[in-house]
């Protein structure tokens, strides 16, 4: 093969420029809480010289509605991101669509990218006060792995049930509860990264029996056009529920994951007798991520540790605690937040707003402070910090902005482990920045005892200068029982 360059200096030719990839956050449907989100996406690639955008925003789909916006001329943030504040409040409970292209020096343009969001400032108020129901067993009629479909320790959500190519039989699946049981919400996570396989036309169905099906009539979705979703219904009492797919996009379904909820409250734990540390596991599974309680337990300052699912906490359970933590720590996660029911942080989000206990948010739990003033305010850099594995010459240093005392004994700047792909990207307004490296790496509550830290200072790994940051919450916190 011959491969022959050309070169000139002029050329009337159009330059090729890529969409921007409108997935970052908000992603397709997401449901923003701030009335002035952040818009954030990644950058297109091509072009000539310098890229700039522009971005509109609508209340209708053919962007000529009265409440019509436009921004020109946003500078990419970095090599992978574009972010603009929206500077006037949006309309509250109403959707908006969301579009961007680049522009060249030249004046090239590329296509416009679209997706659409929610704005609900209420959204993420209150502890949604329903429990997950447990799924015995699921079967299905075609394809292989139905168990991702309940895999909810699956890091990222990624493994998924694919129906084989259907043919002459409807594909379905079908979920055993064990028993009979109360279900008043359905949560679906479809293909995260295309439109391949996601449902158009399906309707859930309960039995008894597992013999005799009846369709739920509020579980009927007839024009999907999404990835994601929750669908409530008036409460049934049913063992079985099956999914009956009747269309979809591509050459077979395709689902990632299934959560069933039942009204009511979850059981309010028994802590332990002494002192102790809540920690809230904000893992899908509701676990810790990291080995974060044998190591609070292993600090030799007399504390115990009790671990609470992100989507059972809530401030009422806090309140109802026969005995108070001293602290209360958010723990990290691994998956991107628009592949998880957000609805299930609103109890951690009801504490970060209403306790008087010193709480502290590692990493997803750090985001998690930004997340309670504004979904949007916590973006994907566009790249993952996996730091935990590398030698320290290839650590970026974190700065020590202000001296506070949390910092006692730590050199500035620092280097500490991170493993993420999230950021806050930006700062509440009842918060300060307390320390960065290249992005924000902790915040404080102006008013409150609450620190949040996006590296993780209880890893165990040898150059981790970031442990005191954990050992001085921790003191601190004593001191103020």
């Not at 449902?199 to 009846?214: H, I, Y």
Request: hydrophobic residues 40%; glycine residues 6%; charged residues 20%.
């Amino acid at each position: 093969m011959i491969i022959v360059l050309f070169s000139c200096t002029k050329s009337n030719k159009k330059v090729d420029i890529t969409r921007p990839k409108l997935t970052n956050n908000p992603s397709w449907d997401d449901v923003c809480t701030n009335r002035k989100p952040l818009l954030s996406f990644y950058i297109s690639r091509g072009g000539i010289g310098k890229r700039t955008y522009i971005v509109n925003l609508d209340t209708e789909p053919e962007f000529n509605s009265p409440n019509f916006i436009e921004y020109k001329n946003i500078e990419e943030l970095d090599e992978f991101i574009v972010q603009k504040r929206v500077e006037k409040p949006l309309v509250d409970k109403i959707r908006y669509y969301f579009r961007a292209k680049a522009v060249d020096s030249e004046g090239n343009e590329s296509k416009w990218a679209y997706t659409r969001f929610s704005l609900d400032t209420d959204y993420n108020k209150k502890f949604m006060n329903l429990t997950r129901a447990k799924v015995q067993s699921v079967k299905v009629s075609t394809g292989e792995n139905p168990k991702n479909l309940i895999d909810y320790d699956d890091p990222g959500q990624v493994s998924f049930w694919q129906a084989a190519p259907p043919g002459p039989i409807k594909p379905w699946a079908i979920f055993d509860l064990g028993k009979p049981t109360t279900i008043s919400r359905i949560w679906m996570l479809a293909n995260i990264n295309t439109d391949d396989g996601w449902l158009v036309d399906f309707v859930w169905e309960k039995s008894l029996d597992g013999q005799n099906f009846e369709e739920i009539i509020d579980a009927k979705v007839p024009n999907n056009d999404t990835f994601r979703n929750v669908i409530d219904i008036e409460p049934v009492s049913t063992r079985y529920l099956r999914l009956k797919i009747n269309h979809f996009r591509g050459v077979a379904p395709h689902l990632n994951c299934v959560i069933f909820y039942m009204p009511g409250k979850p059981q309010v734990p028994i802590p332990p007798r002494g002192k102790y540390v809540l920690l809230v596991g904000d893992q899908m599974n509701g676990g810790t991520f990291t080995q974060l309680a044998p190591y609070i337990e292993t600090l030799d300052l007399g504390l115990q540790t009790l671990t609470v699912p992100h989507y059972e906490i809530s401030l009422d359970m806090l309140n109802r605690l026969q005995n108070k933590p001293v602290a209360i720590i958010l723990s990290g996660n691994n998956a991107d937040y628009p592949h998880l029911p957000m609805y299930e942080f609103n109890g951690v989000y009801e504490i970060i707003r209403n306790t008087n206990i010193p709480l502290l948010g590692i990493c997803a739990g750090h985001q998690m402070l930004a997340f309670t003033y504004g979904y949007s305010f916590v973006r994907s850099m566009g790249w993952e910090a996996l730091t935990a594995l590398e030698v320290p010459q290839q650590i970026k240093p974190i700065r020590i902005l202000i001296d506070d005392p949390i910092f006692k004994g730590m050199k500035n700047p620092f280097i500490a482990p991170e493993i993420h792909g999230w950021a806050i990207a930006v700062v509440p307004k009842d918060f300060e920045l307390l320390a960065a490296s290249t992005y924000i790496q902790s915040i404080k509550h102006k008013d409150k005892f609450i620190y949040g830290s996006q590296f993780h200072p209880e890893v165990e790994v040898s150059y981790n200068e970031g442990k005191k940051f954990l050992i001085n919450f921790l003191k601190m916190a004593l001191k103020n029982s």
